[in-house]
């Protein structure tokens, strides 16, 4: 955007390619105070059974001129070191598929970092969140399943450290007690397709099977 002659801007481009000069990104932010790098933090759990969120996310945010980078985490409780990594990179903001301990939030704040949580209730007015309104969601569907019939349940979960499930299973067991119906035979899964097909045949070879199963994720 310099006002300079085009012969001039052809000898600059000229010397940099001879030199193999590349521009600086990183250089870049000092100046604008923007790395247009968007932090993206996700479980293994989440990567593995939902890889199209990565692929979606990766795209959204280039066409808006920015970049990903992205953080793995085993679980919600190495979220904390992975927020970490991200501002050490002083990235614009934040999304994240892992729940994230106060403390993490508050040092998002502290520099500015704003941070959306995917698929995860907000547990504090720090940050943003998109996800399903889990109790409607449930209240909806048990009704539905109670028109088509339903007399035993059985609900898979998944592991009994997952918020996203520990959320459904809430939404339910209120929406079953609302209705003064026994509650559901829960068993916990690894939210895997192999797991979810291991706990029906193991529900369905018991004596008392049930006629409706539930799953707290897709690919169960």
Not at 49 to 76: A, K
Not at 109 to 124: F, G, I, K, T
Not at 138 to 160: K, N, Q, T
């Amino acid at each position: 955007g310099g006002s300079i002659s085009s012969e001039t801007r052809a000898k600059v481009e000229k010397a940099a390619h001879a030199l193999g000069y590349a521009p600086s990104q990183i250089a870049r932010s000092l100046i604008t105070a923007r790395s247009r790098m968007i932090g993206v933090v996700m479980t293994e759990l989440t990567a593995r059974n939902y890889p199209d969120v990565l692929r979606f996310l990766g795209g959204e945010i280039q066409s808006t001129g920015n970049r990903m980078l992205f953080c793995s985490s085993p679980d919600d409780s190495g979220a904390a070191e992975a927020v970490t990594d991200l501002l050490a990179f002083h990235v614009d903001g934040i999304i994240s598929s892992a729940s994230l301990p106060l403390d993490a939030l508050e040092a998002c704040e502290r520099q500015r970092v704003p941070v959306v949580l995917y698929n995860r209730a907000p547990r504090s007015a720090v940050a943003s969140a998109v996800a399903c309104d889990h109790p409607i969601a449930m209240d909806s569907l048990v009704g539905h399943l109670v028109a088509g019939g339903m007399r035993r349940a059985c609900f898979i979960a998944g592991p009994e450290t997952a918020p996203v499930s520990n959320d459904r299973l809430l939404g339910l067991r209120t929406a079953f007690a609302v209705r003064g119906l026994a509650m559901p035979d829960i068993v916990h899964s690894d939210y895997s397709y192999e797991g979810g097909r291991a706990a029906a045949l193991e529900r369905l070879d018991c004596a008392e099977f049930p006629d409706t199963i539930v799953c707290a994720n897709d690919a169960m």
